[in-house]
């Protein structure tokens, strides 16, 4: 089990910015997704073991994914917030070293903290 623990969501407003914290204990692959309600969970970003980046097309531009491998934490920088960022974000990971958010299977996954963006 990789334990994988969220923090840093809460409420802005549109325009402004949040930085989402992932804690953990080790990277492969590792990934951001979002769940808004009553949709299903849509992929955000992810960064490799090679450090290779992908984005979603909707955060392309105003979301950076980076990791501090000495802290073992994972980030995801949010600026320009649009209202339809509201939603549930949780981290992901896999024990595959290769990958990304939107082709490779996510084994773990933390509980998630909730970003909400008025407008």
């Known amino acids: 089990q990789v334990p994988l623990e969220e923090s840093g969501g809460g409420s802005v407003q549109a325009g402004g910015s949040l930085i989402l914290s992932c804690a953990a204990s080790?990277?492969?692959?590792i990934a951001w997704f979002r769940q808004k309600p009553g949709n299903e969970r849509e992929g955000v970003a992810s960064?490799?073991?090679?450090?290779?980046?992908t984005y979603a097309h909707s955060v392309k531009g105003r979301f950076t994914i980076s990791k501090d491998n000495a802290k073992n934490t994972l980030y995801l920088q949010m600026n320009s917030l649009k209202p339809e960022d509201t939603a549930e974000y949780h981290c992901?990971?896999?024990?595959?070293?290769?990958?990304?958010?939107?082709?490779?299977?996510?084994?773990?996954r933390g509980q998630g903290t909730q970003v909400t963006v008025s407008s």
């Open positions: 960064i490799d073991s090679m450090d290779r980046l």
């Open positions: 992901a990971a896999t024990d595959y070293p290769y990958g990304d958010v939107f082709s490779s299977n996510f084994e773990y």
């Open positions: 080790t990277f492969r692959c």
